[in-house]
């Protein structure tokens, strides 16, 4: 890996693991959660684990694209983020925009 490179990633990779034991003592609570949940419990791991996590990672490529002056590497990680973004933190607008595109093409 480039110098360049190397300490963003790492930067992240430390970030995400100093994250991840506060999220996972939050996760269990009083106990006693079945099966039921663990879709539920799941989707609430990804929202606040990847989400900040998918935040901080393109911001790191989009300004180091900046700085290298690549503006299509610029755009597209933004646009890739929005993207992700959208999945994660609004599940639910993201599923009625894809029906709405499927019902205007088919």
């Known amino acids: 890996m480039r110098p360049r490179t190397k300490y963003p990633v790492m930067a992240s990779a430390a970030l995400a693991s100093a994250v991840a034991p506060s999220a996972a003592h939050a996760q269990k609570g009083g106990g006693g959660g079945g099966v039921e949940q663990a879709g539920d419990n799941a989707a609430d791991l990804i929202s606040e684990l990847v989400g900040p996590l998918l935040l901080v990672l393109i ?4 300004i ?3 700085i290298q002056r690549n503006a299509g590497l610029a755009i597209s990680a933004t646009v890739v983020g929005l993207v992700a973004g959208l999945f994660i933190f609004d599940p639910g607008s ?3 925009a894809f ?3 499927y ?3 088919f």
């Open 59 to 62: 911001g790191v490529v989009a």
């Open 64 to 66: 180091g694209a900046f």
């Open 94 to 96: 993201a599923e009625s």
């Open 99 to 101: 029906k709405d595109v």
């Open 103 to 105: 019902d205007a093409v």
